[in-house]
């Protein structure tokens, strides 16, 4: 049984992986329709996807000069490119683990202070995107006259948790360790997130920063939604897109698969009557998605690492230190 579950991350991304499959095998007209975009429409995707990616990177930079680190832009666009990337390929937002070895290896700064501070931005993430979600359900009960009280009340609770993170000073020393090692690893996570959102928040200058780049970085991806829903002929308000954008970010919490595949789509599922689109457009959209945010990140890795080799690991970094 401990066999089974230690490898349970393993089979559930398979056993998703050969859904998807088996569905598109079964469904070629929504593969094909996903595959006939137009170079431009897939190009202006990529640019938006690369957006997101640097927004993170400048969220990194911004975190790490707390520390004294100031790196330059363009390496931490780099770190931010190679963390997606891996948490494509790796469960438990893998990625990173990927960052904190590098940051390390190239300018040795400690593994705790990266995964801590990482982990307390997941508070402003999450109060973002409890927030709009809020905000987005009430129009469309309004708008539409469609409502579910179990996302008022998830999304609810999670605002009101965040708020309680922020306002409320936890004795993270007091948290024990379990001889559970799920209950060790919830653990270990909150003590982590909130290790992070401490070293954060006193510094109020950097804490709107912060805010302020989730926000922008939710704004290009609530954009980049909207494109991908208007390339597919997916008809639905841009208050739907809101809340698909802000149940897209929340599901971070549930990342036991790669970039959460298979989980996100099964939340769009269970919510497709608010989102107003169907089953069929909700997969569409996520091979569309999932599809071009691997293509971006695999051509902005291969472009950032070639430059980064051109130019040198010592010119690269006087060469991004103008900025």
Not at 11 to 16: A, G, P, S
Not at 105 to 132: M, P
Not at 177 to 187: A, G
């Amino acid at each position: 049984m401990k066999k089974i579950f230690k490898y349970l991350k393993q089979i559930v991304t398979i056993i998703i992986v050969i859904f998807f499959l088996y569905y598109f095998y079964n469904n070629k007209e929504d593969l094909s329709r996903v595959l006939s975009i137009s170079t431009p429409n897939l190009l202006l995707i990529i640019v938006l996807f690369a957006m997101v990616y640097f927004i993170n990177g400048l969220f990194l930079k911004a975190i790490l000069k707390l520390f004294k680190k100031n790196l330059p832009t363009l390496e931490t666009f780099y770190v931010s490119v190679v963390s997606s990337l891996g948490n494509f390929f790796l469960p438990l937002r893998g990625g990173m683990v990927l960052g904190s070895v590098y940051l390390k290896k190239e300018y040795d700064f400690a593994y705790s202070h990266f995964i801590s501070t990482l982990s307390g931005e997941y508070i402003i993430i999450f109060s973002v995107n409890a927030f709009l979600a809020l905000l987005a359900l009430i129009f469309i009960q309004l708008k539409q006259g469609v409502h579910s009280i179990p996302l008022y009340i998830f999304f609810g609770g999670l605002f009101v948790a965040m708020l309680l993170l922020t306002f409320v000073k936890f004795p993270i020393e007091n948290i024990k360790k379990s001889k559970n090692n799920i209950v060790n690893k919830v653990l270990n996570l909150i003590k982590n997130i909130l290790e992070g959102w401490n070293i954060i928040v006193p510094n109020k200058g950097l804490l709107l920063l912060l805010i302020f780049l989730t926000i922008a970085s939710f704004t290009v991806t609530t954009f980049l939604y909207y494109f991908e829903f208007q390339v597919l002929g997916v008809n639905t308000q841009l208050v739907n897109i809101v809340l698909y954008n802000c149940l897209s970010g929340v599901s971070l919490l549930v990342s036991l698969t790669p970039s959460s595949l298979g989980i996100r789509e099964g939340i769009f599922l269970m919510t497709s009557t608010l989102l107003g689109i169907s089953n069929e457009e909700i997969m569409q959209l996520a091979l569309l998605d999932r599809g071009v945010s691997i293509i971006s990140l695999v051509l902005l890795f291969v472009i950032l690492f070639s430059v980064r080799h051109l130019f040198g690991k010592d010119k690269w970094k006087v060469f991004s230190n103008k900025d």
